[in-house]
Nanobody
């Protein structure tokens, strides 16, 4: 079993910045990839950004140039730096980890972009 603990998030004004982090607890298997999804009210959950163990990254077109994903394999931690935030970035952000063929989800953290 893998547990994900997210931190960060909160309320920020448009144009501001926030950072999210997520630590995965696993001592048996190595993590193949980690990432972030988000779900806004009334919308489907969508991929924000993803990073593999070899640090290959992908991100949604809507966040390219504004959000940066990074990871620390030694700490089983993934980070999401979010800059130039927009109201449409408001959502619950979920951390994911791919371990031994299974995907695990965090509990989610709220990000609200509003003046």
């Amino acid at each position: 079993q893998v547990q994900l603990v997210e931190s960060g998030g909160g309320l920020v004004q448009p144009g501001g910045s926030l950072g999210l982090s997520c630590v995965a607890s696993t001592t048996t298997f190595s993590i193949n990839a980690m990432g972030w999804y988000r779900q806004a009210p009334g919308k489907q959950r969508e991929l924000v950004a993803h990073i593999t163990r070899s640090h290959a990254t992908t991100s949604a077109d809507s966040v390219k140039g504004r959000f940066t994903i990074s990871g620390d394999n030694a700490k089983n931690t993934v980070y999401l730096q979010m800059n130039s935030l927009k109201p449409e970035d408001t959502a619950v952000y979920y951390c994911i980890a791919d371990v031994a063929g299974a995907r695990y989800w965090g509990q989610g953290t709220q990000v609200t972009v509003s003046s």
